[in-house]
């Protein structure tokens, strides 16, 4: 059961802002908010991932709500590029389990018109 | 390379034949993830390996698979007697620590097509 809720696809145009949605209400105080993204015909590649303070990094922000049950990817400003799967995804403290297996939803499709 | 390589990256069997998928992570990473991924759909957990302790199979779908890592690096991913229901993508992904902060690495996946 993944422990994530993401819109199935969302769509944005290009050089505009994208904020793009996770739901986690179940989460622990020690899990770890991780996002991927997956480029057609690829495997997917890490963008970023947070605590509990809002992160920064060359590809994007993730913001995180105060109770932690959700948070936001945000791309400054889309391009065609960044049409792609994204997955938002739990990292627990033990490893073992569903922490290990890392539950993969179906993500969010995000397209971007030129 | 600098990245996971997976070979082949293309794959068409006839049903019943064995297959071999190749997983060469980024050297000097401890822990070394399969995941499966059929059309439209999610990762799929498979096998997880951790340094010299015993791999986590509890993802492995039938006992027509298996998996080993040899030398703490290069893994392969053995599936038996193919069906068509083992059309995917096999995606290896490699980490440097299996630990809640630790970025996986994917490779570009092996596409398995069984006729």
């Known amino acids: 059961d993944a422990k994530t809720t993401q819109p199935n696809s969302m769509e944005s145009n290009e050089e505009e802002p994208v904020h793009l949605p996770c739901n986690h209400s179940?989460?622990?105080?020690?899990?770890?908010i991780h996002w991927y993204r997956q480029l057609p015909s690829q495997g997917p590649e890490y963008v970023i991932h947070g605590l509990t303070s809002n992160v920064n990094n060359r590809m994007a922000s993730l913001a995180i709500a105060e109770d932690r049950k959700s948070s936001t990817l945000i791309l400054h400003r889309a391009t065609l590029r960044d049409a792609a799967v994204y997955y938002c995804?739990?990292?627990?403290?033990?490893?073992?389990?569903?922490?290990?297996?890392?539950?993969w939803g179906l993500g969010t499709s995000l397209a971007v018109n030129p | 390379g600098a990245g996971v390589s997976q070979s082949p990256s293309n794959k068409v069997t006839e049903k019943g034949k064995d297959v071999e998928l190749r997983c060469d992570p980024i050297?000097?990473?401890?822990?070394l993830y399969w995941y499966r991924q059929s059309l439209g759909q999610g990762l799929e957990f498979l096998i997880y390996f951790q340094g010299n302790s015993a791999p986590d199979k509890s993802g492995l779908p039938s006992d027509r698979f298996s998996a080993e890592r040899t030398g703490g690096s290069v893994s392969t991913l053995t599936i038996q007697r193919t069906q068509q229901e083992d059309s995917a993508v096999y995606l290896c992904?490699?980490?440097?620590?299996?630990?809640?902060?630790?970025?996986?690495?994917f490779g570009e996946g092996s596409r398995l097509t069984v006729l």
């Open positions: 992904a490699s980490s440097v620590t299996s630990g809640r902060a630790g970025e996986l690495f």
């Open positions: 179940t989460i622990s105080g020690t899990d770890y």
């Open positions: 995804i739990l990292r627990g403290l033990y490893n073992a389990g569903n922490n290990r297996k890392l539950i």
């Open positions: 050297s000097g990473h401890t822990a």
